[in-house]
Each structure stands twice: as C-alpha cells, then as structure tokens.
C-alpha cells in the first residue's frame, strides 16, 4: 500500500524540480545589455597647467544610485530602473573611473588617480552624485537625461577647502529607447565631465 503513494511522491518533486529549472536555471527572461559611457577627450585650449598630484575620492551617492541599474523617474516621487539594461559598474565606480581618464586625457596635471589609503595626493576632489536619472517628468513619452555633480575641492595638506562647485548636464534622447537614452547619458555625462575638469584645473592652479 505504500508503493503509490511514494511514486505519488517522487512524481510530485519531480514537477517542482522541473517547474524551478525555467524560472531559475535556464530560460526565463534574457540577461540585460551592458552599457557604459565615455570620458572626454576635448577641452578648451586655455586649459591652465597645474603642478599638482590629484586624487579623486569616490562619489557618495543615496542607495537609489549606488547601484549598476539605468535609473528613471516618472515624476519627483517615483523612482525606478529599466529593467533590460544596466551599466558595466556601479554609478560611483563609474563616474570616478571617467573622471579619473577625462584628467588625465588633459595632460595638466603632475598625476591623477582614485583616492586610496596608500597614496598621498596634493588635491583631493570630492564628489556628489545628486542626480544621474532619465527623467520623465509628467508622463513625458521622451525622457529628459539629467545629471548633477556637486564638487569640493580639498587641500591635502590641511583640508582646507580651495573651492566648491555644481557640474550638470541635460540632454534629450531621439527617441524613448534604451540605445538611444544611454546616448544621451553619454552626452550629458561628458558635458557635466568637462565642466567639472575645467573648473577643478582653475581653482587648482
């Protein structure tokens, strides 16, 4: 009498295993594209020179954009993510590895890196991620690419601060699609970059 029901059983796993291996081992939805962004490679000729080693602290950034997922806004209370896309880092690991090649694509500094314990630096900038979002506003079909970065600029020596400044960047995709608003990140990231260069070799100097 017991026979059935044990084959009554294994039956039963059986399904549930097969059921788990769609939705979590195989199949189910594609992974999503990988996107990243580029530093600037053009600035203005009157660039000053600055005998000056700079480190570039990590941007600090609230949870909603300390993350590698594409955010959005659909209005100032509403926050989300396109779900078949992320960047190929963390928004702050991103923004400081760009930086980071934007200074050093300038040629005006003595040396540029990130901020480690291990290295000791004449200026140290610190960054603010406060915005980084395709923004939709009211219901609008084509976001708007909206980037800010607050900057300080410290001297190592005593933490003094040199000077403090706002880098944004606006820039509107061609179209409501994925390829095309990673586009304009692009766009308003290199934007806000090359301001943030700029400024940063004048307080420096």
């Known amino acids: 009498m017991m026979l059935p029901t044990r084959r009554l059983a294994i039956v039963a796993?059986?399904?549930?295993?097969?059921?788990?291996?769609?939705?979590?081992?195989?199949?189910?939805?594609?992974?999503?594209?990988?996107?990243?962004?580029?530093?600037v490679?053009?600035?203005?000729?009157?660039?000053?020179?600055?005998?000056?080693q700079l480190l570039i602290d990590l941007p600090s950034a609230?949870?909603?954009?300390?993350?590698?997922?594409?955010?959005?806004?659909?209005n100032q209370l509403n926050f989300d993510y396109f779900a078949d896309a992320n960047w190929t880092d963390s928004v702050p690991a991103l923004v400081q590895?760009?930086?980071?090649?934007?200074?050093?694509?300038?040629?005006?500094?003595?040396?540029?890196?990130r901020e480690t314990l291990a290295l000791r630096g004449d200026l140290l900038l610190r960054v603010e991620l406060r915005h980084f979002e395709a923004d939709y506003g009211n219901n609008d079909p084509v976001p708007t690419v909206r980037i800010e970065i607050g900057l300080t600029l410290v001297r190592s020596t005593d933490r003094s601060i040199?000077?403090?400044?706002v880098s944004s960047a606006t820039a509107k995709p061609k179209e409501n699609q994925t390829g095309a608003i990673v586009a304009a990140f692009d766009v308003a990231?290199?934007?806000?970059?090359?301001?943030?260069?700029v400024w940063t070799l004048g307080a420096g100097k």
């Open 13 to 39: 796993v059986a399904a549930v295993l097969a059921s788990c291996s769609g939705g979590i081992l195989g199949g189910g939805a594609p992974p999503p594209t990988l996107y990243t962004l580029q530093p």
């Open 41 to 52: 490679s053009e600035f203005p000729s009157n660039l000053p020179a600055v005998k000056a």
């Open 62 to 74: 609230s949870d909603s954009l300390n993350t590698r997922k594409i955010a959005l806004r659909r």
């Open 97 to 113: 590895s760009l930086l980071v090649e934007s200074f050093e694509r300038t040629g005006k500094l003595t040396a540029v890196s």
């Open 162 to 165: 040199v000077g403090t400044h």
């Open 189 to 197: 990231a290199r934007e806000a970059m090359r301001d943030t260069v």
